[in-house]
């Protein structure tokens, strides 16, 4: 069993896309309305490398991004929030930056994600192969990595050179359909996936998928433990989550927040924790940051540009009331 304190050393590398977000502006326009648009970074693994870094952790990311305007925007974006991009390759030809054209607002929320030939699905196993994996706390990557190839066979590549250097592998499960050839294909992968890793975080809706079965997501979630995970997070929107390690289960509620959009909160929940995992933070009162952080960032416009900073959570966490389980 690996050494999660390890994650003391608070150098995390991070596998996954960086993308183009566009936000419909002002705040509460339908897309079909706007007339301008807020732009920002986005992309699940670039978005949690940026919140790691407001909270005080060292992030590297790990992709590909086109070699054109929108790809140097990434790349600038990455500066600009103290990520580390040795690791992040440009590529030409045809491939494209991930984009998502979205609204912020909280009720029958619109986004539009063009993922054609995206240039992070073209990361290969010789992106990952000689990367300083020894010297980091712990390899992060999202489910998106793993919906095609060659980006998917470097992944797990990747996590079989971390388990040889016995660094903590931590996965967010993040399924998205659109990008899969099939439900089922993603399902395998998936659990495939998860029971290579340390730390799994997902909803309920991610772990009924894993199952094969609705109402069954639990249950696969606990046989992750069986499998050797040491931290399993089963997140179920409103009614909070359950946490599960080989010691046992813990339930916990949800902050109560005014908030502006749905999105985000994953990527931030999953930054928080760490973060507060890194600092020597007990697990409880990790999955407690990592709510408030998820909290603060549903309730800002923009994912990367909403990450908290710690005295954010906890200025959050010392007023916010935090809603039973």
């Known amino acids: 069993m690996k050494d999660l304190a390890r994650l003391h050393g608070k150098g995390f590398l991070v596998i996954g896309r960086a993308g183009l977000d566009l936000y419909a502006d002002p705040p509460g326009t339908r897309l079909e309305d706007a007339l301008q648009f807020t732009a920002a970074l986005g992309g699940s693994s670039a978005n949690i490398a940026a919140g790691l870094c407001r909270m005080g952790c060292d992030a590297a990311l790990v992709t590909c991004v086109s070699d054109d305007a929108v ?3 990434c790349l600038k974006q990455l500066d600009d929030y103290g990520i580390d991009r040795r690791f992040v390759r440009s590529v030409a030809g045809e491939a494209r930056n991930s984009l998502a054209v979205v609204e912020t607002r909280l009720e029958n929320t619109q986004s539009v994600i063009y993922r054609n030939n995206a240039a992070d699905f073209a990361m290969t196993i010789q992106d990952v192969e000689a990367l300083p994996y020894a ?3 712990a390899l992060i990557t999202t489910g998106t990595v793993l919906a095609a190839e060659p980006s998917r066979s470097a992944t797990f590549h990747a996590f079989e050179r971390a388990n040889a250097v016995g660094l903590p592998v931590i996965f967010d499960v993040d399924y998205r359909p659109y990008s899969w050839a099939s439900a089922q294909e993603a399902s395998d992968v998936y659990s495939r996936a998860a029971a290579l890793c340390d730390i799994v975080i997902g909803n309920d809706v991610e772990f009924d998928f894993m199952a094969g079965t609705e109402g069954q997501g639990l249950g696969k979630a606990r046989s992750l433990i069986d499998e050797g995970a040491q931290i399993v997070i089963y997140k179920m929107g409103e009614l909070g989550a359950i946490t599960i390690t080989p010691e046992g289960e813990t339930r916990t509620g949800i902050y109560e927040t005014q908030a502006l ?10 930054a928080g924790f760490l973060a507060s995992l890194a600092d020597g933070q007990s697990v409880e009162e990790a999955v407690r940051q990592g709510s408030a952080a998820a909290a603060l960032v549903v309730s800002r416009v ?3 540009p909403a990450m908290p900073t710690p005295q954010d959570v906890t200025d959050f966490m010392a007023h916010a009331d935090m809603r039973p389980a």
């Open 71 to 73: 790809g140097r925007y």
């Open 135 to 137: 010297g980091f706390s």
């Open 261 to 270: 959009k749905p999105t985000g909160a994953g990527d931030s929940f999953m």
């Open 302 to 304: 923009g994912c990367a």
